[in-house]
Structures are given as structure tokens and as C-alpha cells.
């Protein structure tokens, strides 16, 4: 497992609240820190892809693990 | 990187509708666009203080119904407060965010929210009754504002 600096439990959470709270959560992080973000919205998957994509943060894992999705997200 | 900027005009004041400007702004914040919505004729319900939105499916044939009602049924007194409880319940137990909840994140985004003031006038209004920190302004106010956005769309 790899290391991250904070955590983000947005089990339960439907779109687009997942983002805006890792937003949110990555706004109070310094540069080169890495937030773990849960979700169990299937939309999290293609939605944190484009997220990175538009804001410079590096998504760095994108996963599944028993009907969870997991991210690892690096602050820019 | 310039911002980019998002402009939404919000003209429907029912529950479901609340959704789409709340939604989409709140996330065009959180990927770093500038974002204003302007609010016109029942959008501007989406403002009041006291949300007291509801929906109905008088008139929308396409609202997915637990059983099938008879368009004359769903016309009686209480059936629309029973459809706005009904999706509200479902709302929460499949975690979508109520329609305060994102207008409260638009807000702490600092999403410009502004009311159309000949609405404001039209259906006499108390502005007493809407959150604070909106503006008022008109048709030039908004395209001001529209006329440098990278994408602007009418809900």
C-alpha cells in the first residue's frame, strides 16, 4: 500500500460531492502531498480522471476494492 | 493559465430543476472556473431564504413513478407535496446533495449569483427573502459577464 498524507471517506456520496469535498480536502494540503480518496459513486471513476485532467493534480491510482473506488491524488 | 469562465442563466424554480445550476456551478468552481448564474422569471425561487421547492409530475410524463398514477390522480390536492417528499427520501438514501447543500457550496466557492431585477419587480418580491451576498441587476449585467464566458448555458 502506499503512503498518503490525509484521507477522504466520500462513501454514500453521490455526484458531484465527491469532487468538491477532495477539493475541498486538497485545498487545505500543501504541494506534493497525496490525498486517499473513497467513494462508492460509480461515476467517481471517469469524473477524478477528468478532475485531475483540468486541474493539474496527479491522479496517481484509480481503483476498485470490494464495490469501492479508490484514488490516490497528488496536490499540485 | 487564465480562468476559465462559466455562465448560467437559471429559469426554473422546481426541485428537480434546482439541481442542474447548483450542480454544474459548484463543480465548475471546484475545477478552477470562474462561474456566475443568473437568475430569471421562477429561477428565482432557487434564491429565497426558505427553499420550499417541490415537483411535480403533472405535465412530465417522463418522471419515473414507483407505480403508475393516472394523470387525473396525480392532479389531487396533496399529490404534489406526497411527489416532492417521495424524492426528496429517494435523494437522501442515494446520497445526491440537497438542493441548500449546493447552493451553500456555490457560495463558499464565491459563485456570483445574481437575481434579474425586472423579475425581482414583476412578481413584487421582498428581497428581504433571498440570501444575502446576491446581486441585482439586468439583461446587460449578465452579458457582461456571458460575453467573455468559455461556455454559457440556459437552464
Same mark, same amino acid.
Given at each position: 500500500?502506499?503512503?498518503?498524507?490525509?484521507?477522504?471517506?466520500?462513501?454514500?456520496?453521490?455526484?458531484?460531492?465527491?469532487?468538491?469535498?477532495?477539493?475541498?480536502?486538497?485545498?487545505?494540503?500543501?504541494?506534493?502531498?497525496?490525498?486517499?480518496?473513497?467513494?462508492?459513486?460509480?461515476?467517481?471513476?471517469?469524473?477524478?480522471?477528468?478532475?485531475?485532467?483540468?486541474?493539474?493534480?496527479?491522479?496517481?491510482?484509480?481503483?476498485?476494492?470490494?464495490?469501492?473506488?479508490?484514488?490516490?491524488?497528488?496536490?499540485? | 493559465?487564465?480562468?476559465?469562465?462559466?455562465?448560467?442563466?437559471?429559469?426554473?424554480?422546481?426541485?428537480?430543476? =434546482?439541481?442542474?445550476?447548483?450542480?454544474?456551478?459548484?463543480?465548475?468552481?471546484?475545477?478552477?472556473?470562474?462561474?456566475?448564474?443568473?437568475?430569471?422569471?421562477?429561477?428565482?425561487?432557487?434564491?429565497?431564504?426558505?427553499?420550499?421547492?417541490?415537483?411535480?409530475?403533472?405535465?412530465?410524463?417522463?418522471?419515473?413513478?414507483?407505480?403508475?398514477?393516472?394523470?387525473?390522480?396525480?392532479?389531487?390536492?396533496?399529490?404534489?407535496?406526497?411527489?416532492?417528499?417521495?424524492?426528496?427520501?429517494?435523494?437522501?438514501?442515494?446520497?445526491?446533495?440537497?438542493?441548500?447543500?449546493?447552493?451553500?457550496?456555490?457560495?463558499?466557492?464565491?459563485?456570483?449569483?445574481?437575481?434579474?431585477?425586472?423579475?425581482?419587480?414583476?412578481?413584487?418580491?421582498?428581497?428581504?427573502?433571498?440570501?444575502?451576498?446576491?446581486?441585482?441587476?439586468?439583461?446587460?449585467?449578465?452579458?457582461?459577464? =456571458?460575453?467573455?464566458?468559455?461556455?454559457?448555458?440556459?437552464?
Amino acid at each position: 500500500m502506499a503512503d498518503f498524507d490525509r484521507e477522504l471517506d466520500a462513501s454514500g456520496l453521490n455526484c458531484p460531492l465527491p469532487i468538491l469535498r477532495a477539493k475541498k480536502t486538497l485545498a487545505d494540503m500543501e504541494s506534493g502531498q497525496i490525498l486517499h480518496i473513497i467513494a462508492t459513486d460509480p461515476g467517481s471513476v471517469k469524473d477524478f480522471e477528468a478532475f485531475a485532467k483540468q486541474t493539474g493534480n496527479e491522479l496517481l491510482s484509480s481503483g476498485e476494492e470490494g464495490g469501492k473506488f479508490s484514488f490516490m491524488m497528488k496536490k499540485s | 493559465m487564465t480562468e476559465k469562465k462559466l455562465a448560467i442563466i437559471a429559469t426554473k424554480g422546481t426541485l428537480d430543476w =434546482a439541481y442542474p445550476p447548483f450542480i454544474l456551478a459548484s463543480t465548475a468552481s471546484a475545477l478552477g472556473y470562474e462561474t456566475e448564474i443568473f437568475f430569471t422569471f421562477y429561477g428565482l425561487q432557487l434564491l429565497k431564504k426558505d427553499l420550499n421547492l417541490q415537483v411535480s409530475s403533472l405535465g412530465n410524463p417522463g418522471m419515473p413513478m414507483p407505480m403508475p398514477v393516472p394523470v387525473i390522480l396525480q392532479a389531487l390536492p396533496g399529490m404534489q407535496s406526497m411527489m416532492t417528499m417521495m424524492m426528496k427520501q429517494k435523494m437522501k438514501s442515494k446520497g445526491v446533495a440537497s438542493v441548500e447543500e449546493l447552493r451553500e457550496l456555490c457560495v463558499e466557492a464565491e459563485v456570483r449569483l445574481v437575481a434579474c431585477q425586472m423579475t425581482v419587480d414583476l412578481f413584487e418580491f421582498d428581497t428581504k427573502d433571498f440570501i444575502d451576498g446576491i446581486e441585482y441587476g439586468g439583461a446587460a449585467t449578465f452579458f457582461e459577464f =456571458a460575453g467573455q464566458s468559455d461556455i454559457c448555458m440556459y437552464i
